[in-house]
């Protein structure tokens, strides 16, 4: 099998397990997961089977899309609903000065990641220092955000929000921020991923259906429909040159392409100097 799942997440597992699920139906062929999801958070897991792992690379700068709750009031350790409280304030932002802060936050900013994450620290996850007691700094990492909107008002302290962002930001470090801009203190108390690339919550499915599904190819998505690179398409010779090492100048720009040879995908490669590399090989034979 080759291709990728738009797997479900349901909250109180984590995407360690989901993922275990589905591999031991698959037995020893490669299977990995992108973004991982908090075991608190649901929501959508790409889930890449066969050769089709060989493509991580190519979809880390892939736009997310998140629904998440929060709560203003107070801020847990954990920054969501695992941990414990920390700090309290009778402080509570107006719906306006909500949706006003949410407004100005987007584009490339300088964020800190919760000390509850899986960044290393000489060697060690950010985590594991932090549940031992010891004092962890992270440095602010410069993540993108493309919108952060305030879709409802639950309660005076609660909302509802969306956010688009690229991988690597923090939802809970938004929550967090969006309390400190309203001068109040705020924690996640829910998420939702409903996108993640070409991945949306509307066509995924549970690890249950994938394991019950007497044809499990027909819910896999070919591998070329993930990335949108420009297409090279190649002839059967230049395919087979290729295969063997050997190389052809094509005129095309330096880039990154899928490749076809000449109808099926062969693959990922890199244009250079009119050379081209494949990098990512896919071909099935």
Do not use: W
């Not at 220092?129 to 609660?158: C, F, M, Q």
């Not at 969306?162 to 967090?176: D, F, L, N, V």
């Not at 249950?208 to 007497?214: C, G, L, M, R, T």
């Not at 070919?222 to 690179?229: I, K």
């Amino acid at each position: 099998m080759n291709g990728f799942l738009n797997l479900y997440k349901p909250s109180g597992v984590s995407s360690a397990y989901v993922l275990n699920a589905v591999k031991r139906v698959l037995k020893r062929q490669p299977v990995g997961h992108m973004g991982t999801l908090d075991p608190l958070a649901s929501g959508v897991l790409p889930v890449a089977i066969g050769k089709s792992t060989r493509l991580f690379d190519y979809l880390l700068d892939k736009t997310k899309r998140y629904t998440a709750t929060i709560e203003f009031g107070y801020e847990t350790d954990t920054l969501d609903l695992e941990g414990a409280i920390i700090k309290t304030t009778e402080a509570i932002p107006t719906e306006e000065e909500v949706v006003f802060a949410a407004s100005k936050m987007n584009g490339d900013i300088m964020q800190l990641p919760p000390v509850y994450s899986a960044k290393c620290v000489n060697g060690k996850r950010s985590y594991e220092l932090a549940r031992k007691g010891k004092e962890v700094e992270l440095p602010p990492k410069k993540v993108h955000i493309s919108y952060v909107n305030v879709i409802e008002k639950i309660t005076d302290r609660k909302y509802k929000i969306e956010i688009e962002c690229k991988g690597g930001t923090y939802i809970r470090s938004i929550a967090r921020d969006l309390g400190y801009m309203c001068n109040s203190f705020a924690t996640m108390t829910s998420l939702v991923r409903t996108a993640s690339g070409i991945f949306d919550i509307s066509g995924s499915i549970s690890a249950e259906e994938f394991i019950k599904a007497e044809d499990k190819e027909s819910l896999l998505i070919a591998p070329d429909m993930v990335v949108d690179f420009p297409i090279i398409r190649l002839t059967e010779i230049e395919a087979e040159r290729l295969f063997n090492g050997l190389y052809d100048f094509f005129d095309y720009p330096d880039g990154i392409y899928r490749v076809y040879d000449p109808d099926k995908f062969y693959g990922v490669g890199t244009m250079t100097d009119g050379k081209l590399k494949v990098k990512a090989y896919l071909r099935n034979d």
